[in-house]
Protein backbone atom coordinates (compact mmCIF):
# COMPACT_ATOMS: atom_id res chain seq x y z
CA UNK A 1 0.00 0.00 0.00
CA UNK A 2 1.36 3.14 -0.84
CA UNK A 3 2.09 6.15 1.19
CA UNK A 4 1.40 9.34 1.39
CA UNK A 5 5.05 10.38 3.16
CA UNK A 6 5.92 13.99 1.87
CA UNK A 7 9.78 14.50 0.71
CA UNK A 8 11.93 16.09 3.15
CA UNK A 9 11.92 20.16 3.09
CA UNK A 10 15.62 20.68 3.30
CA UNK A 11 17.52 17.48 1.79
CA UNK A 12 21.14 19.65 1.11
CA UNK A 13 22.34 18.61 4.01
CA UNK A 14 22.17 15.10 6.21
CA UNK A 15 23.19 16.62 9.36
CA UNK A 16 20.83 19.79 9.24
CA UNK A 17 18.17 18.01 11.40
CA UNK A 18 19.96 17.19 13.69
CA UNK A 19 21.27 20.30 14.02
CA UNK A 20 17.80 21.91 14.06
CA UNK A 21 16.95 19.73 17.13
CA UNK A 22 20.52 20.49 19.21
CA UNK A 23 20.19 24.39 18.08
CA UNK A 24 16.02 24.13 19.20
CA UNK A 25 16.85 22.50 22.29
CA UNK A 26 19.82 25.04 23.03
CA UNK A 27 17.30 28.23 22.25
CA UNK A 28 14.18 27.80 23.09
CA UNK A 29 12.15 29.01 18.99
CA UNK A 30 15.41 28.84 16.99
CA UNK A 31 15.01 25.15 15.80
CA UNK A 32 11.61 26.80 14.44
CA UNK A 33 13.65 30.07 12.81
CA UNK A 34 16.38 27.79 11.34
CA UNK A 35 13.51 26.36 9.61
CA UNK A 36 12.11 30.13 8.64
CA UNK A 37 8.81 29.43 11.03
CA UNK A 38 9.09 33.10 12.33
CA UNK A 39 5.73 33.43 13.85
CA UNK A 40 5.93 29.48 16.01
CA UNK A 41 9.87 30.36 16.32
CA UNK A 42 9.00 33.87 18.38
CA UNK A 43 5.84 32.22 20.04
CA UNK A 44 7.50 29.38 21.72
CA UNK A 45 10.40 31.40 22.79
CA UNK A 46 8.20 33.64 24.19
CA UNK A 47 6.61 31.20 26.47
CA UNK A 48 9.39 29.23 27.18
CA UNK A 49 11.35 31.79 28.36
CA UNK A 50 8.44 33.24 29.59
CA UNK A 51 7.61 29.99 31.90
CA UNK A 52 11.42 29.98 32.81
CA UNK A 53 11.17 33.42 34.14
CA UNK A 54 8.45 33.78 35.92
CA UNK A 55 9.60 30.28 37.51
CA UNK A 56 12.88 32.00 38.85
CA UNK A 57 10.51 35.01 39.53
CA UNK A 58 8.36 32.76 42.08
CA UNK A 59 11.97 31.47 43.99
CA UNK A 60 11.64 28.31 41.87
CA UNK A 61 14.52 25.42 42.25
CA UNK A 62 17.04 24.90 39.59
CA UNK A 63 18.54 21.30 39.94
CA UNK A 64 21.91 20.18 39.99
CA UNK A 65 22.72 16.63 38.34
CA UNK A 66 22.34 13.99 41.49
CA UNK A 67 21.97 10.43 42.04
CA UNK A 68 19.11 10.97 45.05
CA UNK A 69 16.10 10.14 44.77
CA UNK A 70 14.19 9.46 41.53
CA UNK A 71 11.50 12.71 41.68
CA UNK A 72 14.82 14.62 41.72
CA UNK A 73 16.70 12.70 38.92
CA UNK A 74 13.59 13.66 36.69
CA UNK A 75 13.10 16.84 37.75
CA UNK A 76 16.99 17.70 36.66
CA UNK A 77 16.22 16.01 33.51
CA UNK A 78 12.95 18.42 32.80
CA UNK A 79 15.31 21.48 34.28
CA UNK A 80 18.38 20.49 31.41
CA UNK A 81 15.72 20.66 28.48
CA UNK A 82 15.39 24.57 29.04
CA UNK A 83 19.24 24.19 26.95
CA UNK A 84 20.87 27.67 27.69
CA UNK A 85 18.80 29.13 29.91
CA UNK A 86 19.69 26.42 32.40
CA UNK A 87 22.95 26.42 31.22
CA UNK A 88 22.36 30.38 32.92
CA UNK A 89 21.25 29.93 35.62
CA UNK A 90 23.54 27.58 36.53
CA UNK A 91 26.33 29.89 35.67
CA UNK A 92 24.85 32.62 37.76
CA UNK A 93 23.98 30.60 40.64
CA UNK A 94 20.03 31.62 40.13
CA UNK A 95 17.14 29.29 41.54
CA UNK A 96 19.04 28.20 44.58
CA UNK A 97 17.39 30.23 47.08
CA UNK A 98 16.09 28.30 50.35
CA UNK A 99 12.50 28.02 49.67
CA UNK A 100 10.60 30.46 52.15
CA UNK A 101 7.13 30.70 50.17
CA UNK A 102 4.49 28.23 49.23
CA UNK A 103 4.48 29.40 45.73
CA UNK A 104 7.80 28.64 45.26
CA UNK A 105 6.92 24.71 44.54
CA UNK A 106 4.88 26.21 41.13
CA UNK A 107 8.34 27.96 40.16
CA UNK A 108 9.80 24.86 40.43
CA UNK A 109 7.36 23.09 38.11
CA UNK A 110 7.34 26.36 35.86
CA UNK A 111 11.09 25.64 35.19
CA UNK A 112 10.48 21.61 34.50
CA UNK A 113 7.47 22.26 32.24
CA UNK A 114 9.53 24.91 30.42
CA UNK A 115 12.27 22.63 30.02
CA UNK A 116 9.79 19.38 28.79
CA UNK A 117 8.26 22.47 26.38
CA UNK A 118 11.48 22.77 24.77
CA UNK A 119 12.27 19.33 23.95
CA UNK A 120 8.72 19.25 22.50
CA UNK A 121 9.30 22.00 20.55
CA UNK A 122 12.62 21.04 19.17
CA UNK A 123 11.25 17.70 18.37
CA UNK A 124 8.56 19.45 16.36
CA UNK A 125 11.55 21.04 14.35
CA UNK A 126 13.37 18.05 13.68
CA UNK A 127 9.95 16.55 12.53
CA UNK A 128 9.66 19.52 9.83
CA UNK A 129 12.86 19.18 9.34
CA UNK A 130 12.88 15.75 8.30
CA UNK A 131 9.89 15.98 6.79
CA UNK A 132 7.93 14.12 9.04
CA UNK A 133 5.48 16.99 9.79
CA UNK A 134 4.08 18.50 6.65
CA UNK A 135 4.15 21.93 7.68
CA UNK B 1 6.92 38.03 42.59
CA UNK B 2 3.38 36.86 44.58
CA UNK B 3 0.61 35.46 42.25
CA UNK B 4 -2.45 34.23 43.30
CA UNK B 5 -3.34 29.93 42.35
CA UNK B 6 -5.92 30.79 39.75
CA UNK B 7 -3.24 33.11 37.85
CA UNK B 8 -0.95 30.71 38.46
CA UNK B 9 -3.31 28.49 36.38
CA UNK B 10 -3.82 30.78 33.82
CA UNK B 11 -0.14 31.70 32.87
CA UNK B 12 0.79 27.91 32.95
CA UNK B 13 -2.34 27.14 30.59
CA UNK B 14 -1.43 29.98 28.62
CA UNK B 15 2.37 29.13 27.67
CA UNK B 16 1.40 25.39 27.51
CA UNK B 17 -1.45 25.73 25.33
CA UNK B 18 0.53 27.92 23.06
CA UNK B 19 3.46 25.03 22.40
CA UNK B 20 0.79 22.63 22.23
CA UNK B 21 -1.05 24.37 19.51
CA UNK B 22 2.39 24.57 17.60
CA UNK B 23 3.50 21.68 17.89
CA UNK B 24 0.87 19.40 17.76
CA UNK B 25 -1.06 20.35 14.63
CA UNK B 26 -0.04 21.38 10.86
CA UNK B 27 -2.33 23.46 9.87
CA UNK B 28 -2.03 27.01 11.74
CA UNK B 29 -6.19 27.30 12.17
CA UNK B 30 -6.30 23.71 13.73
CA UNK B 31 -3.09 24.78 15.93
CA UNK B 32 -4.88 28.18 17.16
CA UNK B 33 -8.21 25.31 17.61
CA UNK B 34 -5.81 22.94 19.49
CA UNK B 35 -4.44 25.80 21.60
CA UNK B 36 -7.76 26.42 22.69
CA UNK B 37 -9.05 23.56 23.57
CA UNK B 38 -6.04 22.62 25.46
CA UNK B 39 -6.59 26.06 27.56
CA UNK B 40 -10.16 25.68 28.00
CA UNK B 41 -9.33 22.00 29.88
CA UNK B 42 -6.41 23.32 31.43
CA UNK B 43 -8.29 26.20 33.03
CA UNK B 44 -11.73 23.93 33.24
CA UNK B 45 -10.20 20.98 34.61
CA UNK B 46 -8.63 22.63 36.78
CA UNK B 47 -11.86 24.63 38.25
CA UNK B 48 -13.41 21.23 38.47
CA UNK B 49 -10.85 19.56 40.59
CA UNK B 50 -10.91 22.46 42.75
CA UNK B 51 -14.17 21.60 43.68
CA UNK B 52 -13.81 18.25 43.99
CA UNK B 53 -11.45 18.83 46.45
CA UNK B 54 -13.58 21.47 47.95
CA UNK B 55 -17.13 18.65 48.15
CA UNK B 56 -14.71 16.27 49.85
CA UNK B 57 -13.62 18.57 52.38
CA UNK B 58 -17.04 19.29 53.01
Given amino acids: ?135 | MTISHFGAVILFSLFTSVVFGITQRSDPRMMIRFGAFCFALFVGGTIAASWVMWLIKH
Avoid: C
Avoid at chain 1, 15 to 44: D, E, N, Q, Y
Avoid at chain 1, 75 to 102: K, P, S
Avoid at chain 1, 104 to 119: E, R
Fill in chain 1, 1 to 135: MATNVSAPVRAQSSSFPTMVLIVGWLVPGAGHFMLRKWIRGTLVMVSIFAMFAIGLALKGKIYSPNTGEILDILNFVGDLGNGILYILARLLDLGQAAVQVATADYGTKFIVVAGLLNIISAVDAHSLATGRKRS
